[in-house]
T-cell receptor, first 116, second 113 residues
Framework: EAGVAQSPRYKIIEKRQSVAFWCNPISGHATLYWYQQILGQGPKLLIQFQNNGVVDDSQLPKDRFSAERLKGVDSTLKIQPAKLEDSAVYLC??????????????FGPGTRLTVT | GESVGLHLPTLSVQEGDNSIINCAYSNSASDYFIWYKQESGKGPQFIIDIRSNMDKRQGQRVTVLLNKTVKHLSLQIAATQPGDSAVYFCAENMNSGYSTLTFGKGTMLLVSP
């Protein structure tokens, strides 16, 4: 089974520029997550989709971050404009939709963003 | 100890030793817990999970113990190998109705041959 795919793997931009990340989840997984992981910390959830609807975006800085999941499969996360503190690894994860209860999430390799 | 900024708690062991990594979780209503392993430059990898109606679960070389009284979770790795060197995160689902996970701060495990 193919895992979660992300691109690009690395990105360096200057502050105030824009950047977009792409994620392709595991086939058939209804739920998709975007996390931000700052060096030395655990992943922090930015946004969670169930199919193509948002179920949690409470920690997404909506003035500069946006995400979409068209057709309930691939997703893109955008930052516009970027700030120095956005330097982090952006992880995408997916999980199957179960009838009840939480289940493990499967993570992609991440995109390392450096803002200079 | 507690991690501050870039300073992760670190556990150093010898190859073949048993390792115990501890985690304090925050929400007494959490009903699902999970351990992830993260190697440098990679995404977190699932190790083992446990639901709140259990206090112990075993996998291959790994055991997770859950103590709900003190909100404590531990991961035991038997016969630790150099390939086990990584950062280990615990995460909890705060019974939100969705599979939302809240991650802890992580512990770095260093295994020397």
């Amino acid at each position: 089974e193919a895992g979660v795919a992300q691109s690009p793997r690395y990105k360096i931009i200057e502050k105030r520029q824009s950047v977009a990340f792409w994620c392709n989840p595991i086939s058939g997984h209804a739920t998709l997550y975007w996390y931000q992981q700052i060096l030395g910390q655990g992943p922090k959830l930015l946004i969670q989709f169930q199919n193509n609807g948002v179920v949690d975006d409470s920690q997404l800085p909506k003035d500069r971050f946006s995400a979409e999941r068209l057709k309930g499969v691939d997703s893109t996360l955008k930052i516009q404009p970027a700030k120095l503190e956005d330097s982090a690894v952006y992880l995408c994860a997916s999980s199957p939709l179960r009838r009840q209860g939480a289940y493990e999430q499967y993570f992609g390799p991440g995109t390392r963003l450096t803002v200079t | 100890g507690e991690s501050v900024g870039l300073h992760l708690p670190t556990l150093s062991v010898q190859e073949g030793d048993n390792s115990i990594i501890n985690c304090a979780y925050s929400n007494s209503a959490s009903d699902y817990f999970i351990w992830y392993k993260q190697e440098s430059g990679k995404g977190p990898q699932f190790i083992i999970d446990i639901r709140s109606n259990m206090d112990k679960r075993q996998g291959q070389r790994v055991t997770v113990l859950l103590n709900k009284t003190v909100k404590h979770l531990s991961l035991q790795i038997a016969a630790t190998q150099p390939g086990d060197s990584a950062v280990y995160f615990c995460a909890e689902n705060m019974n939100s109705g969705y599979s939302t996970l809240t991650f802890g701060k992580g512990t770095m495990l260093l295994v020397s041959p």
